[in-house]
T-cell receptor, first 114, second 113 residues
Framework: AQTVTQSQPEMSVQEAETVTLSCTYD???????LFWYKQPPSRQMILVIR??????QNATENRFSVNFQKAAKSFSLKISDSQLGDTAMYFC???????????FGKGTKLTVNP | SQTIHQWPATLVQPVGSPLSLECTVE??????LYWYRQAAGRGLQLLFY??????ISSEVPQNLSASRPQDRQFILSSKKLLLSDSGFYLC????????????FGSGTRLTVV
């Protein structure tokens, strides 16, 4: 089975500091897509950032960036200058190059403390 | 712009009663549509997906079924709810290239009592 693993069920960080959330995945494909979603207490799923496996450059969206290590099948999310509004569940997800399906990890609950 | 509507937001149903959750998408044509379930404190489990009208793929055999009667309408149903059907149900859509993720609806919190 093609799996996505998030090994940190919960994490906390102080406001304005930096935190990194880990994600590893299993795939036999050479072309695929990776995503981080945020689910705040409202439970609305929000796309944070995406990475295409054939691109070596790490994706960046404002305070959010990824460290994509293709050989290691690792896709971590770094949040810089953490804000209280970053408190949420964060899900890592993978979509195969020829697949319609998005496979999610079990999530990491991030709490940003004032 | 594309929007996705999902209703109701909250639902409390007795065991054995039927279920119908509806999801509609606006502003796009021929979307791929998905139903996910999220149990309390857990990740998202794909239940059904559809790439076109009347085309339904089931990921998990269970008490639920899905239908797509129109291009931008996706319905999740059950004839008789079980306690284990409680959870948070999310509809999502995608279109075009696979490098785009899904766009999710706001979800339905279902409690079976």
């Amino acid at each position: 089975a093609q799996t996505v693993t998030q090994s940190q069920p919960e994490m906390s960080v102080q406001e304005a500091e930096t935190v990194t959330l880990s994600c590893t995945y299993d795939t036999s494909e050479s072309n695929y897509y990776l995503f981080w979603y945020k689910q705040p207490p409202s439970r609305q799923m929000i796309l944070v950032i995406r990475q295409e496996a054939y691109k070596q450059q790490n994706a960046t969206e404002n305070r959010f960036s990824v460290n994509f290590q293709k050989a290691a099948k690792s896709f971590s999310l770094k949040i810089s200058d953490s804000q209280l509004g970053d408190t949420a569940m964060y899900f890592c997800a993978r979509r195969g190059g020829g697949s319609e399906k998005l496979v999610f990890g079990k999530g990491t609950k991030l709490t940003v403390n004032p | 712009s594309q929007t996705i509507h999902q209703w109701p937001a909250t639902l409390v149903q007795p065991v054995g009663s039927p279920l119908s959750l509806e999801c509609t998408v606006e502003g796009t044509s021929n979307p791929n549509l998905y139903w996910y379930r999220q149990a309390a404190g857990r990740g998202l489990q794909l239940l059904f997906y559809s790439v076109g009208i009347g085309q339904i793929s089931s990921e998990v055999p269970q008490n639920l079924s899905a239908s797509r009667p129109q291009d931008r309408q996706f319905i999740l149903s059950s004839k008789k709810l079980l306690l284990s059907d409680s959870g948070f149900y999310l509809c999502a859509w995608s279109v075009g290239e696979h490098n785009y993720g899904y766009t999710f609806g706001s979800g339905t919190r279902l409690t079976v009592v």
